[in-house]
Every structure is written in structure tokens, then in C-alpha cells.
């Protein structure tokens, strides 16, 4: 056996050992990595952050059980007519509004960061159900739990910023075509038609085609529980104490009628449908079937139970877990992103008004917790609502405790009150849907967008009809794709000012760019300089000011080169100003042949007028060398913070001293 080693076997144990050590490292770094993030997820803190119950809790007062029982009980009130309404433009068997209406009572309970944030069925989360599911339960249920799970890892991976992009006008111009298209459809109940499409540039002519089978006596319920429901609004919103005469102290009586008033209008869809309720019952019991019905619900609470990924029709699987998500689509993604969008804004702005903050990642987990879970229960898609929020905050709750009470009145409505839901006209939950969705038409903005931004007129409107008459991916897609255009078109189109700054004996171009330089813009940029620069009689220096320039890439780094080059083929120079030092400093690490930089326009001017001007005694110019000037040391710490001052130098010109000037 051989006992030496030659040298290219020991070169290669040595690399070997080094690899060795090398893969030992990144194992460590990792194993201390995941060691630091198990130890920040598992402390008091992180806890807390994650749990918000473990902050009210410990320190709520006796004093607030009354207060948030009251609003809980009153949101419960609301929301029980409203369930099944949703559930009808659902297009689902009434039960199931009821079945997305508790679960997110509870669990926001434990999660949720908002006091006054109540989760449940809303309008627009609903009519994007009923566009994504037609109508089947199954549908409805795995499109909740897979919402819930979008939901909930774009939370544990921070991804909430992604809604940004869906800009205002984008959003008011979707929630007011949904508005429309959820009253058209309601029209259906109100006026007694059947078979009209869901659509609503389909359901418009169909429902003139069959106007002449309207029945008179659901248009005549839905007309009067419309007027009852906007006049219980009017009067809850009047503000008595600030009515003329009322600067004493109203009395006893007159307190009562007022809580007895605002009691009326806030729970005024309730009283609507078991008025309404009530006159159909009292007819059936004489033989007076008039109304159109609601049909006969399913009685009793839901299983508690993993949802079913496979649709059953006369004992046959017809569809199975892919079919029916291939089926969903894209509203895996669309249902998840607007309703954690409708949420988040719902809790900033009634956060604003309580003087707290939320913390959009947490209630990103929280709908995604409550939509997961809810698919248990067979619950279709939840999120914020804004009407149930307001009566929640109106009826002065206090903390996350009183979505427990309307989660529990839910439950027993569902156990107790189910063989009575029968009787509701159908025209009355119509009239509860069209009421609640026509203050969502964003009318009032369009004024606002032509005095600030007229081009923000053009993404409202586009996404408004592409809502509309495409639909409500198509019509996000052109909206958001229009606002994204809006957004970049300055990034490819900067704005700059471009002026001549007399020197003698040549003049010198002044060329300030006004916002950031990106890759888009080099082309446009080059445009902008040569147009002026390269004239008949072209300027022998041209000076850009970037003191807007923030950020840059390689695009524009290689298009200021060719530039360089393409003015010293001209026999011109280009000339640099106003520089932040980072960019600076990387444009010094790429090594552009030709850079020349100076603190300010004017030293660049009082440079050339010295460099243009011989000296006095020996008629000599000294021109400044690219060679001699590239040992320059510049600074790498590219901070924004640190100034152009950092780097020294001072170039001599004879008769004439030059300071504060920076050549590369």
C-alpha cells in the first residue's frame, strides 16, 4: 500500500474538507435559524399579537357585559334576516345564509383585532358565490374552506400588501356595479318573475320581456316593505338634539320614544320580515295564498363535519374534488382577495373612529380561521360587513365579546325558529337585499375623482362596466390592469424640464429630471436629451440633474453608457449633478468610460466656463483626463444619508480653483 499522497489528491481532500465545511455551515445557519423563529413564535408577544383575546380578556370589566350583550343581541337581529336573504341571491337553500352566519362570531371572538368588526354573509361576497358555484351547496362549501386556506397563508406569509394594488377607484367602481347587478337580480322576487338570468346585461331584457307576469301581489309586499325599511333608516339616523327647540332637557317619554325609534330602524330588516311574515301566515290560515313563498327550510342545526369534495345527484358522483375546483377557478383567488379587501377597510375605518389600530395580517388569519372552519358547518365564503359593523359600533360595543351573543342568537334561531321561516314572502327578502345594496352605488366619488384625478375616472368606469357587462373577474382584471397602467405610465415617461444656461463661449443644456429613472425610461430619456442636444447646432455640454433619481438598474446604467459614447462620437460631453451618493456610487462600480459627476449644476457650469477661459499667463488649458481622474477613491458605503462631500477632490485649473467637483 502506497503511504504518500501526490498533490492533486491532497488539493482535492482539501476541497473536499472545505466543501465539507461549508455544507456544515449553511446546516448550522439553518438550524439557528429555525431555532430563532421557534423561540419569537412561542413568546408572551407573539401570543398576544396572534390571539387577541389574551389582551381584551385579562381586563375586561363586568360593567361592559350588559353593553355588549345589547349590540350583540342587536347584530343578531340584523343579521338573521339578512342570512337568508344572501342565501337567496345565493342562490343556495335559505339555511345555509344562517349556517355562515355564527361561525365567524366566534372565532373573530378569539382572532379577530377589531372590537367592532362583525364577519358573516355580505352582499358582494355572496353575488361572487353565486357567480362561482351555481347554485350547489357542495360548490359553496369547498370554495369556503379553500378561501379560508388562501386566506390564512397569505397571512402566515405577510402577503396582505397584495391588495394594494386593487386601487379606490377600482374598488369603488366593482362595489358599484355589484350593487346594481345584486338589485337587478332582486327584482325577480320583488316583481314574482322566474327563470331570469343572473347576468345583468342578460336579466335587464328578460325581465321587460316578462313584465306582463308580474305578480301584483309580491310587487305590492315588496313595494311597502321597501318604503318601511327606508323610512325606519331616515328615522334612526335623525339627530334630535340638534333640532331647533330641543336646547332643554327632552323628557322621560321623549327619551323612551327616540331609543324606541333607533331600536326600530336598527333592527328594521328583522321587523320588516316577520311583519311581512306574519300578513302571509294570517292569509294561509283563510286559504289565501297570494304571496310567493319562501321554500320550507331545513330545520335544526348543521353537522359538524370536513367538507364534501364530491357532488351526488340520484346516488351517482357526477363530480369529484378536481372537477369541482377546476370548476370554482379563478375564484379561488378572487372570492379570498376582496373579501379580506372589504374586511380590512371596513376594520381601518372603524378602528379610526375608536382610536386603535389593526394589524392587517391578523385579521387576514382570522377570515381565513373563521372561512376554514365555517366550511365545517357547512358555511359558504364570510367577511366583514359594514352595515352589521356600523350597528355594532351605533349600539356601543365594547369589545369581541359581543359577537359571542349574535353568534348564540344564530344558533338558537337556527334550532327554534327554522319550521317558521317558511312563511317569509319572498318579495320581502328582495326588498331587504335592494335596500341595503343601493347606498353601495359610489356615486358621490366621480366629482371627487375629476377635481383630483380625471384618469382615475377611467379605471372607475372600466371596471364598472367591465363588471357590468363582462363580469366580475373580467371587470376587476381590466380595472386593476388600467390603475396598474396609470400607476407605471410615469415610471416609462418621466417628467423633465430641459433649458439653456448661457456660458460663454458655447451655451450648455440644463436637463432636470422630475421623477425616478427606471429601465421603461431610458428610451424616452435618451429622446428627451438628444432631441435638444443633438441640433443642427448641438450644445457642447449638456448637464442632467438627478437629484430626483432614487433607485437604478442595469437597463439604465448600459443606457447611460451608450448615451456617454454616443455624445463623445458627437464631439459633446455629458455631465452628471445633484447625485444621491448610492447611485453614485454604483455608477462609479460599473465603470462608465466618460462619467463625469458635480456636486451641483452650477459647479458643473463654473467648471466648463474655467475650463473654456485659458490661463491668463501662458494661454494654457488643462482638460480634465478620464485615466488620471478614475483612481479617484469613492466612498462604498452607499447610505442616502451620507453627501456628496465625502468624497474630496479638487481639480486645478490654472487662474482658476474649482472645488466641490467629482470626475470619474
Not at 509 to 529: C, H, K, T, W
Amino acid at each position: 500500500m502506497c503511504d504518500t499522497v501526490d498533490s492533486g489528491t491532497q488539493v482535492a481532500i482539501h476541497e473536499l474538507g472545505n466543501r465539507d465545511g461549508e455544507d456544515q455551515g449553511w446546516r448550522e445557519d439553518i438550524k439557528q435559524g429555525c431555532s430563532r423563529f421557534l423561540r419569537s413564535c412561542c413568546t408572551v408577544k407573539t401570543a398576544k399579537t396572534r390571539l387577541p383575546i389574551l389582551t381584551w380578556l385579562p381586563t375586561y370589566r363586568l360593567a361592559w357585559l350588559f353593553r355588549d350583550f345589547v349590540a350583540g343581541f342587536t347584530v343578531g337581529l340584523t343579521v338573521i334576516p339578512q342570512g337568508l336573504a344572501y342565501a337567496a341571491l345565493a342562490e343556495l337553500p335559505l339555511q345555509y345564509g344562517l349556517y355562515s352566519a355564527f361561525m365567524g362570531c366566534f372565532v373573530y371572538c378569539v382572532f379577530g383585532g377589531s372590537r367592532h368588526v362583525t364577519l358573516g354573509p355580505t352582499a358582494i361576497t355572496t353575488l361572487m358565490v353565486a357567480e362561482y358555484v351555481n347554485g350547489e351547496p357542495v360548490y359553496a362549501v369547498v370554495l369556503c374552506l379553500l378561501a379560508g386556506c388562501v386566506q390564512f397563508l397569505m397571512g402566515v406569509l405577510h402577503l396582505g400588501f397584495l391588495v394594494n394594488f386593487i386601487s379606490f377607484p377600482v374598488l369603488a367602481g366593482f362595489s358599484s356595479a355589484a350593487a346594481i347587478t345584486i338589485a337587478t337580480s332582486q327584482v325577480k322576487l320583488v316583481l314574482g318573475l322566474k327563470n331570469i338570468p343572473r347576468s345583468f346585461i342578460k336579466a335587464v331584457p328578460t325581465i321587460f320581456q316578462k313584465i306582463t307576469h308580474t305578480n301584483l301581489s309580491d310587487m305590492g309586499m315588496g313595494i311597502v316593505c321597501f318604503v318601511v325599511l327606508i323610512v325606519l333608516k331616515k328615522l334612526k339616523e335623525v339627530d334630535w338634539d340638534k333640532k331647533k327647540g330641543t336646547l332643554q332637557k327632552p323628557p322621560l317619554w321623549q327619551k323612551i320614544l327616540r331609543k324606541v325609534l333607533w331600536l326600530f330602524g336598527t333592527v328594521r330588516n328583522a321587523v320588516v320580515v316577520v311583519a311581512a311574515s306574519l300578513v302571509a301566515y294570517g292569509l294561509l290560515t283563510r286559504g289565501i295564498s297570494t304571496f310567493t313563498l319562501t321554500k320550507e327550510i331545513k330545520p335544526g342545526l348543521p353537522a359538524f363535519q370536513p367538507p364534501q369534495f364530491w357532488l351526488v345527484k340520484n346516488g351517482t358522483v357526477v363530480k369529484n374534488g378536481p372537477e369541482i375546483i377546476q370548476d370554482i377557478g379563478v375564484g379561488l383567488v378572487i372570492v379570498p382577495l376582496i373579501g379580506f379587501l372589504e374586511s380590512i377597510a371596513i376594520g381601518k375605518a372603524f378602528a379610526r373612529k375608536g382610536n386603535y389600530r389593526i394589524d392587517a395580517t391578523q385579521e387576514l388569519i382570522a377570515i381565513g380561521v373563521t372561512n376554514m372552519l365555517g366550511s365545517f358547518v357547512s358555511a359558504y365564503p364570510v367577511t366583514g360587513s359594514f352595515g352589521r359593523t356600523a350597528v355594532n359600533y351605533q349600539s356601543g360595543v365594547k369589545t369581541q365579546l359581543g359577537g359571542l351573543f349574535t353568534g348564540i342568537l344564530v344558533i338558537l334561531a337556527l334550532a327554534f325558529l327554522t319550521p317558521s321561516f317558511k312563511y317569509i314572502p319572498s318579495a320581502a327578502l328582495g326588498a331587504v337585499i335592494i335596500s341595503a345594496v343601493i347606498q353601495m352605488v359610489e356615486y358621490s366619488v366621480i366629482p371627487v375623482f375629476w377635481r383630483v384625478k380625471k384618469l382615475d375616472l377611467l379605471a372607475f368606469f372600466v371596471t364598472f362596466f367591465g363588471v357590468l357587462l363582462l363580469g366580475i373577474q373580467y371587470g376587476i382584471a381590466l380595472g386593476v390592469g388600467v390603475s396598474l397602467i396609470i400607476l407605471l405610465y410615469p415610471s416609462a415617461r418621466p417628467r423633465a424640464t430641459v433649458y439653456p444656461a448661457s456660458i460663454a463661449p458655447d451655451d450648455v443644456l440644463i436637463v432636470q429630471l422630475e421623477s425616478g429613472l427606471n429601465f421603461p425610461a431610458v428610451d424616452y430619456m435618451r429622446d428627451v436629451v438628444a432631441k435638444d442636444a443633438f441640433k443642427e447646432k448641438p450644445y457642447k455640454n449638456v448637464v442632467m440633474r438627478c437629484c430626483c433619481v432614487s433607485d437604478i438598474d442595469c437597463t439604465v446604467v448600459q443606457a447611460l453608457d451608450q448615451l456617454i459614447e454616443e455624445f463623445e462620437a458627437r464631439g459633446l460631453k455629458l455631465h452628471f449633478s445633484c447625485m444621491r451618493p448610492d447611485i453614485r456610487a454604483a455608477l462609479v462600480r460599473s465603470k462608465i468610460k466618460g462619467f463625469r459627476y458635480f456636486k451641483t449644476c452650477e459647479d458643473a457650469i463654473a467648471a466648463m466656463r474655467a475650463v473654456s477661459e485659458p490661463d491668463q499667463e501662458n494661454g494654457e488649458v488643462i482638460m480634465t483626463d478620464h485615466a488620471l481622474l478614475s483612481n479617484i477613491d469613492t466612498p462604498d458605503d452607499d447610505t442616502p444619508g451620507n453627501t456628496p462631500d465625502n468624497v474630496p477632490c479638487t481639480i486645478h485649473i490654472p487662474a482658476v480653483n474649482v472645488s466641490k467637483v467629482t470626475a470619474v
